[in-house]
Every structure is written in C-alpha cells, then in structure tokens.
C-alpha cells in the first residue's frame, strides 16, 4: 500500500454532536493526491465512540481509529494521532471544528510552492452560538497589518497568540520533532519547534474551516484569555531563553505586552509575568511593541463582533 500524501490527525473528546460533520468535511475534500484521516478518540462517554465506530463501517478503509480506554488527555491525544501519521504533510483538526470545500489542495498547493515553509495555517470561518459568523484567525489579514507573510522564530516570538487556529494548520512532517510534551498546552510551543532551526510560517487569507466559538460549551475557548494562555507561556518562555538567546528582545517585548494586557483586562498571572519579564534581561524593541499593537488591536472582541454584524458571505 502506497503512502499517503497527506496525513489529516483529528482529536476528539466528548464531541457526539460534532465529530460526524468534522469527519465528513474531510472525506468528501477534493485533493490531487492520496490522504489518510486518523482519530484518536480520549475515551469519550458521550456516545462519540459510537459515531466513530458506525462511522468506520459507513466509510470502509477510509478511518483509522485510536480508541483509547482510559483518558489521555488533549496533549497524549494528539500525540497518539500525530505519530502515527506517514504523509510528507500533516493537519489537524479538532473535533468540534471542521473543513470548507479546497482546504487540502489550497494548503498543500502552497506548500509546494513554498518549499522553505514549515507550517500554513489558513483563516476561519468564526461560528458562535447565535449562528453568526466571521472570518477570523486573524480577524485581520496578517500580510495586510504587517506588510509580510513570512514568520521566522523571531517574529513568531513577538507575535504569540496570532500563530493561527489549530484546526486550520498543514506541517511538513520533515519538521516535526516532538513526539511528547511535558506541559499541559501545546499549540504556541510546537509552532515554535517546526520553525527553530530555519524555515519559516505563513498564512492563506481565504477560510477553508470553521470554528465554533460557543461560551455554553466546555471548551477552551473562555479560558484562554485567563489562565490557559498564560500558563503556556510560563512554560515555554523559559524555555525558549535558554535554548534560543538570541530572541531574548522578541520575548521580552512579548512578555511586556502581556504583562500590560493582564493588568488591563484584568486577568491572572499578572506578578508571574512581570518576573518573567525580568528574567528575559533584555529590553524590548520600540518596532516589536507597536508589531504587537497592531495585531492585538485588529484582534479585539469589538472587532469580531463587528465582523459578526455583517458575517460570512460563503457558504458553510
């Protein structure tokens, strides 16, 4: 059997209500090569796994299932689907987010046609639980605030939080080089890895996904302003100064705009942040703190919900 092109990895925990539609989104992409869909299921008890199951009778060949027997967590979970993938390009979804028509060709389009790129996300299509919608992820285009498509580690470092939505990324599998994480959040920190030694990530403008921005459900999303971000970056900001010097600037501006941002809205971690910028022993750069305004401004709640009035004009 022939290995697959693409290898499309899917976490899914307690998601009955989503994971039919995700997993079709992605049956019926159109793609001029071959692709495998692995789901890795965290022992779900809400009737997940039985979706799954009928849905590898319905779909023969096409699904290949992780169905874990005892909770894994979101980071083994991931782990268990992303090491099992053979494509030379890898996406990830999760199971309550799900593909629009084109996603596979246009990402895997621009990977060959940008051999030097590690990672491509493309923009969302923001669904929230009135049934209204946006284009997201950024809310504004990045190559239209920035005057630039290209991010190194050292713009990636400045620009934490604009790494796009997870659901919507394609690696080379060439860059991969974790295979586990000790930290209990991963996004920001694996981006980082596809890109430390050379390489750099960039974005498609067009959607080719939705996410669901729903407050009454158990997600992460209400909690990564608070304490889920945050933690993530204590982790790995320590982390990236020992093995990465030379972006001590990049991450103390970071950490400053941060540590401004809590003290603003309120949020947690406030004294750890403002240690933590001490502890990166370099000060920031004029031209960082204003690459930062800018996209933090163009992402704020009130830009969203502006983008929410006049919605997505595709279909979804």
């Known amino acids: 059997m022939s290995v697959p092109k693409i290898s499309i990895c899917v976490v899914t925990y307690n998601q009955v209500n989503y994971i039919r539609k995700c997993l079709e989104s992605l049956l019926n992409q159109n793609v001029d090569c071959d692709f495998e869909l692995i789901v890795g299921d965290d022992c779900s008890s809400d009737g997940t796994r039985d979706v799954l199951l009928a849905m590898e009778k319905e779909y023969p060949g096409k699904l290949k299932l992780v169905m874990h027997t005892t909770n894994q967590g979101p980071i083994g979970n ?96 060439s860059a991969k080089k974790m295979s586990a994480y000790p930290f209990p959040t991963i996004d920001y920190y694996i981006t980082m890895t596809f890109v430390s030694d050379g390489g750099y990530a960039a974005y498609i403008n067009e959607p080719y996904g939705v996410y669901r921005f729903f407050k009454q459900d158990k997600t992460l999303t209400r909690q990564k302003g608070g304490m889920y971000v945050g933690l993530a970056q204590l982790d790995l900001i320590p982390q990236l100064l020992k093995t990465h010097p030379e972006i001590r600037r990049q991450l103390a501006a970071q950490t400053l705009f941060e540590l401004f941002t809590r003290c603003y809205l309120r949020y947690p971690l406030k004294w750890r942040f403002l240690k933590l910028f001490f502890s990166c022993r370099a000060l920031p750069r004029l031209s960082d703190l204003r690459q930062i305004w800018k996209v933090f401004n163009a992402s704020r709640y009130q830009n969203l919900a502006a983008a929410f009035k006049t919605g997505y004009q595709g279909k979804i």
């Open 78 to 173: 991931y782990f268990s689907v992303h090491n099992l993938a053979q494509g030379e390009f890898v996406c990830h979804l999760d199971g309550d987010d799900y593909a629009l028509p084109g996603k596979l060709q246009a990402q895997i389009d621009f990977m060959r046609q940008h051999p030097d790129c590690r990672i491509v996300w493309h923009r969302m299509v923001i669904l929230n639980e009135q049934g209204q919608t946006a284009v997201g992820m950024p809310v504004c285009p990045l190559d239209q605030l920035l005057g630039k498509n290209k991010f190194y580690l050292a713009d990636l470092a400045v620009l934490y939080g604009t790494t796009g939505c997870h659901s919507g990324s394609m690696y080379r599998r």
